[in-house]
């Protein structure tokens, strides 16, 4: 991941790992490597994460007594040393998250931010001494994911839970946020998993109830990664490059002087002040690098998504004025110098607006419902979010995602129908899902 990409995830780390602190969730670091052992003391988690995992058998020249897992996730690891720190309801909640990397040796459709060995995100890992806690964490943390995308990414999403087949392995349920890609494919933007009691089972995560007898703890885990910046790129990005909501823009506005001899010092002087005046609301950037033409700094600033250039030349001077361009709709106006500092913040705020907007038009432009089979797998076909009834049963979906191309339900919305329709697939009674193919 470069520069840019780097930025942006920290914009979004820092944004993100405020309101984690806020909820009184620490940061803690676990090891990479995951032993063998460890691993495999939930079946259903082993299952579910086998066919991805990395493993290191030795060390030089030498064989290690027992592999080691290179982290694909961490509950394995994390959960071990939880069963030694909690005793009594007083240790609970436990709430930890970590910021790291993780490798997935998967690899039959690679693309870049999306599907990759090695990525990074955050994982949060909380226990809780009721089921009810660990409901009221997991949905808290949907909605601060959701919060994040929506506000800062600009990205609506839709969100809902799993389907038992599309679930967390070992989860009770998964709850998650979906959007919606440009080339009509769904993305998972974030999950946020109730265990269960699953994990207490296997790795004997038990405490002193209040009343005296010893209970299994109740857990949650969640996480969202670098995918984010993928999304971003597909859904604002257009044929000059990047359109970066300035939220999470590595750079708010660039200042590109339009110099000549004559009035070459003035001009600079002027531009600096300028950024020097800018810099204390937003994050700016003058551009002075010699040997460049204006219109080759206005493409590579374009081609970067700067949401904000701010041009300045000889005649801008004796104007005492500035062209500043939207990188969102390339609409140009001139603004007097002196009110620069006032009115870009509030360009950048409709900028984040306009993105928005416009990515949510998209999302419900491409929603269809359908009641029948041709319906179905036409919206398909025709590279829509399909809303249909589904029984839920997981050997129905994959006649789904057999007979449609690839198809799978992306989420199952909280709020449902009063009353049940009739599964698009098989005719039994189901419930509403989003379905669409993803990558």
Known sequence: MVHAGCC???KIQAVLDKRLKELGIRNVYFPLFIPESLFKKEEQH????????????KAGDTELSEKLAVRPTSETIMYDSYSKWIRSWRDLPLLYNQWCNVVRWEFKYPKPF???REFLWQEGHTVHATKEEADTQTLTILQVYRELVEEYLAIPVLTGRKSEKEKFAGALYTTALEAYMPDGRALQMGTSH?????????FNIKFLGKSGMEELAWQTSWGVSTRMIGAVIMVHGDDKGLVLPPKIAPLQAVIVPILFDESKARVLDECRKIGESLKKALSVHVDIRDGYT???????????GVPIRIEIGPKDLESRQAVVVRRDTGEKQAIKIRELAKKIPAILERIQENLYSRARKSLEGNITETKTWSEFTNAIESRKLVKACFCGDAACEEKIRESSGGASSRVIPF??????????KCGRAG????FGKSY
């Open 8 to 10: 942006i995830w920290e």
């Open 46 to 57: 082993v299952a579910g994460f086998s066919p991805e995992v990395a493993w290191v058998t």
């Open 114 to 116: 999306l599907r990759t």
């Open 194 to 202: 109730n265990l269960g009691q699953n994990f207490a089972k296997a």
């Open 294 to 304: 204006p219109g080759w700094k206005f493409n590579q600033w374009e081609m970067k």
């Open 415 to 424: 709020e449902q129908p009063k009353q049940q329709g009739i599964c698009v």
């Open 431 to 434: 419930m509403l899902a989003y």
